[in-house]
């Protein structure tokens, strides 16, 4: 009964393959989320979709794509992955999307690894 | 643009003592939510307490409690009777619109 859930745990690929990472919350929440956490374990928003629609975008590279079929799921691609991708890519989901009264549930993250 | 500020990189403390951690954050909005996060090695983020900036009275969950300052924007968590399982890195967040911004994180360690 995991309440976000992101597969897979961990991803190993080459530089210039194309890869997506799963997302999907089971807690009824209109808000979804991408963070980034670096190797230096700091943590930054990539974007934020609310029942579906884009409200957050980060600078972020156009390589990185969010698509969410509906609002219990967020997915996350990554196109021509290149070294300085590899991260920490965790997905969190709150009821609330201003965040201000709802904190943000967070899936186990994605250890994504680019060689 | 707001910041987060945590000072100490690392902290160590004894099983049961009590340890302090700092925050200090930079915003110009007047209302806002504070949180502290707790990262263990298995990387799951869980969250352990948090402070709605329009409450004077500091948040307390069981051994965690928080010294919310906000005229002086500090935001410290302190880990009373310390237990082996809290040893963990700690992030200081703040959220403003949806948008959750945290600081370089401190790794507490807690020793037998």
């Known amino acids: 009964d995991t309440a976000v859930s992101q597969t897979p745990k961990y991803l190993v690929t080459q530089m210039g393959n194309d890869k997506s990472i799963k997302c999907e919350q089971n807690?009824?929440?209109?808000?979804m989320y991408w963070y980034k956490q670096d190797s230096k374990k700091f943590l930054k928003i990539m974007f934020s979709?609310?029942?579906?629609?884009?409200?957050i975008n980060e600078t972020v590279p156009n390589r990185f794509s969010p698509k969410s079929p509906d609002k219990a799921h967020l997915n996350l691609h990554i196109n021509s992955l290149e070294l300085g991708d590899s991260a920490v890519y965790f997905c969190?989901?709150?009821?609330?999307?201003?965040?201000?009264?709802?904190?943000?549930?967070f899936g186990n993250g994605t250890r994504l690894t680019v060689t | 643009a707001q910041t987060v500020t945590q000072s100490q990189p690392e902290m160590s403390v004894q099983e049961a003592e009590t340890v302090t951690l700092s925050c200090t954050y930079d915003?110009?909005?007047?209302?806002?939510?504070l949180f502290w996060y707790k990262q263990p090695p298995s990387r799951q983020m869980i969250l352990v307490i948090r402070?709605?900036?329009?409450?004077?009275q500091n948040a307390t969950e069981n051994r965690f409690s928080v010294n919310f300052q906000k005229a002086a924007k500090s935001f410290s968590l302190k880990i009373s009777d310390s237990q082996l399982g809290d040893t963990a890195m700690y992030f200081c967040?703040?959220?403003?619109?949806?948008?959750?911004?945290f600081g370089a994180g401190t790794q507490v360690v807690v020793t037998p």
């Open positions: 969190a989901s709150s009821q609330d999307p201003t965040g201000m009264n709802s904190p943000l549930h």
């Open positions: 807690l009824g929440h209109d808000t």
């Open positions: 979709y609310n029942n579906k629609e884009l409200i």
């Open positions: 915003t110009s909005e007047n209302n806002y939510y």
């Open positions: 402070q709605e900036a329009y409450k004077q």
């Open positions: 967040a703040f959220d403003s619109w949806g948008k959750l911004q």
